[in-house]
């Protein structure tokens, strides 16, 4: 009899699981992070060589789900909505891209590289957030220039230290709304790290 009470219920709580709303499946989205540059230049034979170190990825930003600072002040990981990279990765690349685009490098290394340059950039990528109470998204490099020197004696020097802030503006609260800022904010903090290094080089 008890054998049978428990196949009932068995039975019965099947029953009710198959009248359970079914749960949304909800794919996970990997977005690019490829702000373009807008010019391409050609290399300047004469122009100095830069070296682009890797950027450390500040407090947060080993996450690569967008980031979104609500208007309580809490801080959103999107889990869904990811970039396809890490942003500091991405940023580090992006810099590399639009430095070479420039023309005003004969060339654009990375770690590693043979060349010896004349100028080295190096830093942080310490925001990367869509800012829904002030709408806009913004793009926080702190970046340290260095004037590399080939000699055994001198040494290097820094030329300088900056926090750039890139901003855009936010339209909407879903990601592609957040995801196209984000890359305008990134965009515009590029387009001024550039600019520095076109009047230090």
Known sequence: MQRRLILTATLWLAGCGSLLPAQKYV???NWPLQPAPPILNSPNPNGPVLLVRDLAAG???QEQGLQTLRSDGSLDIAYYNRWAVAPADAATAALTAWAEASGIFSAVVNTGTRLTPKLIVEGEFTEFVADLANGQARAVLTLVV???SDSLIAKSR????QRIIGTAPLHGTDAPAE????QAALANALTQAVGLLTRLA
Do not use: F, S
């Open 179 to 182: 995801v196209m800022a984000l």
């Open 158 to 161: 820094p030329l300088t230290q």
């Open 146 to 148: 260095i004037a590399n």
């Open 59 to 61: 407090p947060g930003l």
């Open 27 to 29: 794919p996970q989205v």
